[in-house]
């Protein structure tokens, strides 16, 4: 672009805060350390970048995230900062006299490739499995602390970006070396990425989170070899897998906008291997934690958007799983006639017979169904309990019923459900007795979605005529969660 600033000088894109800053996208932390070491003001940043004041200002603050490739540019070319220190390929301007080159860190530029002209390019793909995984698995203490405060896209910016899935995959470059995976080389990698899941499902996130995130980062290094076409479309298959395991590890870590990047990268991978069911799962997750940060109407469209996909491909199992997602966001609306008629499409689905479907969906059974109802019933018991809360109790207690302790995350969220059902109709009695099985169960699990729930029983817990029993489930309530 025309306009720009001094170039920033060696002493200032030689620090390696800003280094830092710059290789994870931190544009809070970059500017208020241009700010700071090369002395332009906010309104200097902003006519550079071609940004408004106020824009700078949003950035500076943490209110606003720059995730697009088109604005990284615009702040790389504006401020003159090297392509290789942001992910992007050389720009045009490097090179000449005036640019400077410090030392940067060996990275991969193929993330560049995720441009507005070709966003759903399988190449951009891997470029961007490389970059969420290589800053990921070096978080260090602080940037964790930034990542875990960092909110999820929502609104037009998250929707929008989205639209490529529907749309056929752009040709990728062949790359030069040669890769020699087989098919017994992927049917291990199929069955390490089930085995993740399966971690994931009866843990939680948590330290296993690394182990899925190495795994995903050897994938892509694969991916960036040139492999037979058979074998790179599973492996993208594989991709996808990994990083839908990895943005729900990342979301019941309590990070938000980490896990939403993840799934973005499940979709993308989904994509380039032609799995639209898959696919469809994953726009499932990403409306879950719409629906859990209290955004219901990005989360119907995100479901209305995986239905399209799959409206005359999907098995049983997987138009249920979409029939409560579209139940929960009606619920979280409070249109309670269209969450009971989405629930009863879900029923019959689940009912219907139909060819088998894959393995990730196997979950989604008669238990499932009827937890992730309760769940649903019980949110609506809030406002009127007596109205809802026999009933949720009752759908909760036939998913504990049915799947047991093996499902310890989903069976720790049950006995939370019950127990809140059990204080919302003053049954005290029930309401201790529920509270202990709770917390047994939620024992078992690192899920930090678990912990979040346990801690909003404490509150019914509370008081000067607390009966004593219910002092007693306070006590392990406080207990478990210093833990």
Known sequence: MDTHVNPLDNDVLGRDDLRRALDEHDFAAAFTLIKKWAGLSQNKIATACDLTPGKVSNIISGQHHVTSISVIRRIADGLRIPGAMLGLSPRPWEGQPSAPAPPVKDRSPSEDSLSEEVPWRPDATVGLADHLTRSDLVLNRRTATRALSAAAITGAALLDSLEGWL???????????????????????????????????????????????????????????????????????????????AATMAWDSGLQRR????????????????????????????????????????????????????????????????????????????????????????????????????????????????????????????????????????DIRTALDQRGPEASRSHALDWIGLAECSFLLGDVTGAAETTRHAVSAAAHTQSGRVRHQLAQLYPYTVGRHVPGPLREARDQIRDLLAT
């Open 167 to 245: 749309q056929p995959a752009g040709a990728t470059p062949r790359a030069a070396r040669r890769g020699r995976l087989g098919a017994r080389d992927l049917d291990a990698l199929e069955t390490t990425a089930q085995a993740f899941r399966a971690w994931d499902h009866q843990y939680g996130g948590g330290l296993r989170r690394k182990a899925v995130l190495g795994q995903l980062s050897e994938v892509a290094a694969s991916l960036d070899e040139h492999q037979d076409a058979r074998i790179e479309r599973r492996l993208y298959g594989v991709m996808a897998q990994l990083a839908g395991t």
């Open 259 to 394: 896990a939403q990047d993840y799934y973005r990268l499940a979709l993308r991978s989904a994509h380039a291997a032609g799995d639209t069911l898959y696919g469809a799962n994953v726009l499932a997750g990403m409306a879950r934690q719409m629906l859990c940060a209290d955004h219901p109407q990005d989360a119907l469209e995100l479901v209305r958007f995986a239905q399209d996909g799959v409206r005359t491909m999907a098995g049983p199992r997987l138009r249920a799983m979409l029939h409560t997602r579209e139940a929960w966001a009606y619920a979280a609306m409070g249109r309670r006639v269209a969450f009971q008629r989405a629930s009863a499409r879900a029923g019959e689905a689940l009912s219907s017979s139909g060819a088998e479907e894959p393995y990730w969906i196997s979950y989604f059974d008669a238990a499932e169904l009827a937890g992730v109802t309760g769940g649903r019933l019980l949110e609506l018991a809030r406002i009127d309990p007596h109205g809802h809360a026999p009933t949720a109790a009752r």
